[in-house]
């Protein structure tokens, strides 16, 4: 509960950033993107490089996850195998050294 308080006001309060940064910049910029120019406004600029931050940032992140998953279920596999050879060795009997 906590966590989805702070989430919402999290997003509230960049809300509110980004309302005040577009109050505060109405100009326009021109961005050279190597293959052409294109005109755009301040604040529609910075929102277009926060989304694709925040893409970048969550495949990165998806990547990592599933590095993690993949790991996990070895580690399980290896893990029966282990219990497995142990309940197998527990079922033989000991014989004495001579």
């Not at 906590?2 to 006001?9: C, E, M, N, S, T």
């Not at 509230?12 to 309302?19: D, G, K, T, V, Y």
């Not at 100009?27 to 604040?43: K, M, N, R, W």
Request: glycine fraction near 6%; hydrophobic fraction near 55%; aromatic fraction near 8%.
């Amino acid at each position: 509960m906590l966590k989805r308080i702070g989430a919402v006001l999290l997003i509230l309060i960049i809300l509110a950033a980004m309302l005040v940064f577009t109050r505060l910049n109405p100009g326009l910029i021109e961005i050279d993107l190597a293959f052409g120019t294109v005109e755009s406004s301040i604040p529609l600029a910075f929102t277009v490089a926060f989304a694709a931050g925040w893409l970048f940032g969550l495949l990165c992140t998806a990547a990592f996850v599933t590095k993690l998953l993949n790991e996990r279920r070895r580690l399980r596999r290896e893990l029966r195998s282990s219990e497995t050879e142990l309940s197998s060795l527990r079922h033989i009997p000991l014989s004495d050294a001579d």
